[in-house]
């Protein structure tokens, strides 16, 4: 910025530095000093540009620049008096002090620019060093001055203020020189370079200027001149070709070596000089005091400054700690230590950052939860299940690379979220990559496991216009999804489900705050022997009316209670109304029916399950002989290592357990071995096929037989036609459960038609 023009401004303070030069040898006193004035004003314009381009520094860089303008202001004033424009004598002598001027500006200029610059401690250290050097400089150059030219420095009346004037020729190169040097790398740039041989030829002719006064000579005159606009065409110069970055932006090295010991050396060794100097004559006894007093001052400073030091580096310690220990703290607060992923707080922060800058990017949200999680946690232990997050965490961020950033919210929850600003990623594709990635075994120390997810993926804009409801829109998809948790799947938002996700709140609030023993019902289903059609025993099936929602499935409301983590106690309360029933029925009608009762797979690894049901029993004295507890396949095969022993743990009370909808997931009849049942029911919709296709009937008599083979009654559920009865029978499937011989009736109606005919 104003580049050109700077260069332009500096040029031509070159140019007419050269002319003012030609001008002095050829061309009256008016033409050289108004070439001069030019000289001078173009220069104090290139440095006055630079400020307009650095806002930090604009001010002390506009005050450097009125000093040539002062000096230019002295020259007019001159040439008016010289030319006899200004005739009143009086009026001369403000000349001198015009040119005077410059000298104060530069000064006033770099302490304004140490104030911005340097913190206030650094300031008054820098100003305090350089100003005691500037004394003792001026003092003994003064002296040196005497000493060569066999001059002597005026009367003692004028001595402060010749030194003074001094002191402030000598400040503008120390100080300038100081501040320099404490630059970045301790390199000098050639801005600093151009500046500081500016203020040197400025402040080593200004006091010679003054010395030659003191002396009592005329020293103004063209030498002094030309090497004084000299000075100013290089500062032009300095600033019309540094770069902002260059323009002052040094930096504030706080912890400068100073080494004491050679400060005091260099003290003492000038102290010692001055004392010869006074002893020749050549310093005054006033300038010796002064070199005397800024000595001790700069001694007794130095023995401060090494305290103050050794108090700044403790300070900076600390703080260095503080600034550690806060950015630990500032991580953890967003890191969970687990996996090192971010955490939900880092996600809500994310969120926030997302809603104010990628407005028009497409945000693809996955979120993850690993299936039967608790179960993993219950049989190999919190160790196991540790590695096994850790795991995942590092495969999360191995895949970072991707673009992705993946969290941790809670427990077994991870999210994934992926900005897709060109509308570009394939969100199914990157799906199936990352159950690639997640499926793969789990290497842990004590064993190799193997895990399923279940993933719900949203987008916005596309599914939802809220980043606010990205996640509780894929955390919908997924638990309304994968059911049974067998595979992974990745199921993706669609507004379609919108009414069966208001539908499941609706739900979730009812069974909040639900009376059971008002609203739940227990209804009963016979199981009959095949062939004879006797009563053997009843399923009990739970039902829930609401009031406005009539009877809700237990189908629909039994994943919701569980995932609300209310199944336990509803689970009780089903077994101890069911235990009841039957105990009531067996007395009552003197016999040995069986009561069947559903476990789900989320009750069975709820803590405490195996211990509420066995103190149920205990406490109601049931017969265990007149109990069957229904498990569903998929639970049964998911965790041998538990269910086997859960199941062994029923078994061993005297219950039986029957496999629930066998043929309908993955049963592998070799897997069937590792547990010990007592009956398998076949699914509905084998036993719905029967009719329809040859094959089930293979199947339903293959695994009949497998079953008689193995000791295991079969129960076939679902039996709704005489024609699949008759096939049942054909195939010595041992009993019977379904619409045909009657449906789930109340307890009352149950007893009327079943019980006592
Ligand atoms: P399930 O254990 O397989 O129960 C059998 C389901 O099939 C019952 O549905 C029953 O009414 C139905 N059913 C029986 N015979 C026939 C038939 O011939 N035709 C037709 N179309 N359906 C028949 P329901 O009562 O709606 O229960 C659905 C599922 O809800 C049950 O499947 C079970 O998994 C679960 N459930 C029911 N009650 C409970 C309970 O008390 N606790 C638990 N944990 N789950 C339960
Ligand atoms: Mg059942
Ligand atoms: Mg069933």
């Given at each position: 910025m104003?580049?050109?023009?700077?260069?332009?401004?500096?040029?031509?303070?070159?140019?007419?530095?050269?002319?003012?030069?030609?001008?002095?040898?050829?061309?009256?006193?008016?033409?050289?000093?108004?070439?001069?004035?030019?000289?001078?004003?173009?220069?104090?314009?290139?440095?006055?540009?630079?400020?307009?381009?650095?806002?930090?520094?604009?001010?002390?860089?506009?005050?450097?620049?009125l000093?040539?303008?002062?000096?230019?202001?002295g020259?007019?004033?001159?040439v008016?008096?010289?030319?006899?424009?200004?005739t009143?004598?009086?009026l001369?002598?403000?000349?001198?002090?015009?040119?005077?001027?410059?000298?104060?500006?530069?000064?006033?200029?770099?302490?304004?620019?140490?104030?911005?610059?340097?913190?206030?401690?650094?300031?008054?250290?820098?100003?305090?060093?350089?100003?005691?050097?500037?004394?003792?400089?001026a003092i003994?150059?003064?002296?040196?001055?005497?000493?060569?030219?066999?001059?002597?420095?005026?009367?003692?009346d004028f001595?402060?203020?010749?030194?003074?004037?001094?002191?402030?020729?000598?400040?503008?190169?120390?100080?300038f020189?100081?501040?320099?040097?404490n630059?970045?790398?301790?390199?000098?740039?050639?801005?600093?370079?151009?500046?500081?041989?500016?203020?040197?030829?400025?402040?080593?002719?200004?006091?010679?200027?003054?010395?030659?006064?003191?002396?009592?000579?005329?020293?103004?005159?063209?030498?002094?001149?030309?090497?004084?606009?000299?000075?100013?065409?290089l500062?032009?110069?300095?600033?019309?070709?540094?770069s902002?970055?260059?323009?002052?932006?040094?930096?504030?090295?706080r912890?400068?070596?100073?080494?004491?010991?050679?400060?005091?050396?260099?003290?003492?060794?000038?102290?010692?000089?001055?004392?010869?100097?006074?002893?020749?004559?050549a310093?005054?006894?006033?300038?010796?005091?002064?070199?005397?007093?800024?000595g001790?001052?700069?001694?007794?400073?130095?023995?401060?400054?090494?305290?103050?030091?050794?108090?700044?580096?403790?300070?900076?310690?600390?703080?260095?700690?503080?600034?550690?220990?806060?950015?630990?703290?500032?991580?953890?607060?967003?890191?969970?230590?687990?996996?090192?992923?971010?955490?939900?707080?880092?996600?809500n922060?994310?969120?926030?950052?997302?809603?104010?800058?990628?407005?028009?990017?497409?945000?693809?949200?996955?979120?993850?939860?690993?299936?039967?999680?608790?179960?993993?946690?219950?049989?190999?232990?919190?160790?196991?299940?540790?590695?096994?997050?850790?795991?995942?965490?590092?495969?999360?961020?191995?895949?970072?690379?991707?673009?992705?950033?993946?969290?941790?919210?809670?427990?077994?929850?991870?999210?994934?979220?992926?900005?897709?600003?060109?509308?570009?990623?394939?969100?199914?594709?990157f799906?199936?990559?990352?159950?690639?990635?997640?499926?793969?075994?789990?290497?842990?120390?004590?064993k190799?496991?193997?895990?399923?997810?279940?993933?719900?993926?949203?987008?916005y804009?596309?599914?939802?216009?809220?980043?606010?409801?990205?996640?509780?829109?894929?955390?919908?998809?997924?638990?309304?999804?994968?059911?049974?948790?067998?595979?992974s799947?990745?199921?993706?938002?669609?507004?379609?489900?919108?009414?069966?996700?208001?539908?499941?709140?609706?739900?979730?609030?009812?069974?909040?705050?639900?009376?059971?023993?008002?609203?739940?019902?227990?209804?009963?289903?016979?199981?009959?022997?095949?062939?004879?059609?006797?009563?053997?025993?009843?399923?009990?099936?739970?039902?829930?009316?609401?009031?406005?929602?009539?009877?809700?499935?237990?189908?629909?409301?039994?994943?919701?209670?569980?995932?609300?983590?209310?199944?336990?106690?509803?689970?009780?309360?089903?077994?101890?109304?069911?235990?009841?029933?039957?105990?009531?029925?067996?007395?009552?009608?003197?016999?040995?029916?069986?009561?069947?009762?559903?476990?789900?797979?989320?009750q069975?690894?709820?803590?405490?399950?195996?211990?509420?049901?066995f103190?149920?029993?205990?406490?109601?004295?049931?017969?265990?002989?007149?109990?069957?507890?229904?498990?569903?396949e998929?639970i049964?095969?998911?965790?041998?290592?538990?269910?086997?022993?859960?199941?062994?743990?029923?078994?061993?009370?005297?219950?039986?357990?029957?496999?629930?909808?066998?043929?309908?997931?993955?049963?592998?009849f070799?897997?069937?071995?590792?547990?010990?049942?007592?009956?398998?029911?076949?699914?509905?919709?084998?036993?719905?096929?029967?009719?329809?296709?040859?094959?089930?009937?293979?199947?339903?008599?293959?695994?009949?037989?497998?079953?008689?083979?193995?000791?295991?009654?079969?129960?076939?559920e679902?039996?709704?036609?005489?024609?699949?009865?008759?096939?049942?029978k054909?195939?010595?499937c041992?009993?019977i459960?379904?619409?045909?011989f009657?449906?789930?009736?109340?307890?009352?109606?149950?007893?009327?038609?079943w019980?006592?005919?």
């Amino acid at each position: 910025m104003y580049r050109k023009q700077r260069l332009v401004l500096a040029g031509a303070s070159v140019i007419f530095f050269i002319l003012y030069v030609i001008a002095l040898f050829i061309a009256p006193d008016v033409v050289s000093d108004s070439l001069s004035g030019c000289c001078g004003l173009t220069a104090a314009l290139s440095v006055g540009l630079t400020s307009f381009i650095n806002k930090k520094y604009r001010v002390p860089i506009s005050i450097i620049a009125l000093g040539p303008v002062f000096w230019v202001c002295g020259d007019i004033f001159y040439v008016l008096c010289d030319t006899g424009v200004i005739t009143e004598e009086h009026l001369f002598a403000i000349t001198d002090p015009m040119y005077r001027m410059t000298t104060y500006t530069y000064c006033i200029g770099l302490l304004v620019f140490g104030f911005v610059q340097f913190t206030k401690r650094d300031l008054l250290r820098l100003f305090v060093n350089a100003f005691l050097s500037s004394i003792a400089t001026a003092i003994i150059s003064v002296a040196l001055f005497q000493l060569s030219t066999n001059t002597k420095i005026s009367s003692y009346d004028f001595g402060f203020v010749y030194y003074f004037r001094m002191v402030v020729a000598m400040f503008i190169i120390v100080f300038f020189l100081v501040i320099a040097t404490n630059h970045t790398d301790n390199k000098l740039s050639l801005y600093g370079l151009f500046v500081l041989a500016s203020f040197f030829i400025y402040g080593v002719s200004d006091i010679r200027y003054t010395m030659l006064e003191a002396a009592g000579e005329d020293p103004s005159g063209i030498m002094f001149d030309a090497i004084y606009l000299s000075s100013m065409v290089l500062l032009g110069i300095a600033y019309a070709t540094s770069s902002i970055e260059d323009v002052m932006e040094t930096q504030d090295r706080r912890s400068t070596d100073r080494s004491g010991a050679s400060g005091i050396l260099l003290t003492v060794m000038i102290l010692l000089f001055g004392v010869w100097l006074c002893m020749t004559g050549a310093l005054s006894i006033l300038g010796f005091l002064m070199l005397m007093i800024s000595g001790v001052a700069y001694l007794l400073l130095l023995k401060l400054l090494k305290k103050n030091d050794a108090n700044e580096n403790i300070i900076a310690k600390k703080e260095e700690e503080l600034s550690e220990v806060n950015e630990k703290l500032a991580n953890a607060s967003v890191l969970d230590i687990q996996t090192g992923l971010r955490n939900r707080r880092a996600w809500n922060l994310y969120r926030d950052e997302l809603k104010e800058t990628q407005k028009d990017s497409r945000l693809i949200l996955y979120s993850l939860d690993i299936n039967f999680f608790k179960m993993i946690n219950d049989t190999y232990g919190t160790s196991v299940a540790d590695q096994l997050l850790a795991e995942i965490g590092r495969r999360l961020l191995s895949i970072e690379e991707m673009g992705i950033t993946a969290f941790r919210l809670d427990g077994d929850q991870f999210m994934i979220l992926c900005v897709d600003e060109g509308h570009e990623v394939d969100s199914a594709r990157f799906a199936d990559y990352l159950i690639g990635v997640l499926d793969r075994p789990y290497e842990t120390k004590e064993k190799v496991i193997r895990i399923t997810f279940s993933i719900g993926a949203a987008m916005y804009p596309d599914d939802t216009p809220e980043i606010d409801r990205l996640m509780s829109c894929a955390e919908s998809v997924r638990t309304s999804s994968n059911p049974n948790g067998n595979a992974s799947t990745c199921a993706f938002f669609d507004a379609s489900i919108i009414p069966k996700i208001q539908r499941e709140n609706l739900i979730e609030n009812l069974l909040q705050n639900l009376d059971y023993e008002e609203a739940l019902e227990l209804f009963y289903q016979p199981q009959v022997n095949t062939q004879t059609g006797e009563l053997i025993g009843m399923e009990a099936l739970l039902r829930w009316k609401d009031e406005d929602l009539g009877y809700i499935p237990p189908s629909e409301f039994i994943p919701i209670a569980e995932n609300m983590g209310i199944m336990p106690a509803m689970g009780e309360w089903i077994v101890h109304h069911a235990f009841m029933q039957i105990i009531e029925w067996n007395q009552k009608f003197n016999r040995d029916l069986k009561m069947s009762i559903n476990i789900s797979p989320k009750q069975l690894q709820e803590e405490y399950f195996t211990e509420t049901f066995f103190y149920i029993m205990k406490e109601m004295d049931v017969n265990p002989a007149w109990i069957d507890v229904e498990v569903t396949e998929s639970i049964a095969l998911n965790n041998i290592v538990l269910n086997t022993s859960i199941i062994s743990n029923l078994r061993e009370t005297g219950l039986s357990v029957s496999v629930d909808d066998f043929g309908t997931g993955y049963a592998a009849f070799a897997n069937m071995l590792t547990f010990k049942f007592d009956r398998i029911k076949l699914a509905k919709e084998l036993i719905d096929s029967l009719t329809i296709h040859t094959n089930a009937k293979i199947i339903v008599e293959a695994i009949v037989n497998m079953a008689k083979g193995m000791h295991l009654i079969t129960i076939a559920e679902g039996v709704e036609e005489k024609e699949q009865l008759d096939i049942l029978k054909e195939l010595d499937c041992d009993q019977i459960q379904g619409f045909y011989f009657g449906k789930p009736i109340p307890a009352k109606d149950f007893e009327e038609k079943w019980l006592k005919s």
